[in-house]
């Protein structure tokens, strides 16, 4: 087991799709989180966005700066 360990940050910035596929998910369950939590659905919608997007946008940065070159 000498191999060469990545570790957890690295892995999530080598691939956002895990933050983007938790925000889908996220946003698709506000009502029950609402219900189960009490944090209203709109909060719970912004955060999944935000989740969903942020990801998005580094990785198409990156994808630019790369075609630029």
């Given at each position: 087991?000498?191999?060469?360990?990545t570790?957890f940050v690295?892995e999530l910035?080598q691939?956002?799709?895990?933050?983007?596929?938790?925000?889908?998910?996220?946003g698709?369950t506000?009502?029950e989180i609402e219900?189960?939590?009490?944090?209203?659905?709109?909060v719970?919608?912004?955060f999944?966005?935000?989740?969903?997007?942020?990801?998005l946008?580094?990785a198409?940065?990156?994808w630019?700066k790369?075609?630029k070159k």
């Amino acid at each position: 087991m000498s191999g060469n360990k990545t570790s957890f940050v690295e892995e999530l910035k080598q691939n956002p799709l895990f933050f983007t596929m938790l925000g889908l998910i996220i946003g698709g369950t506000t009502k029950e989180i609402e219900g189960f939590t009490g944090i209203p659905f709109q909060v719970v919608g912004i955060f999944a966005v935000l989740l969903t997007l942020i990801p998005l946008v580094w990785a198409f940065s990156i994808w630019l700066k790369k075609r630029k070159k």
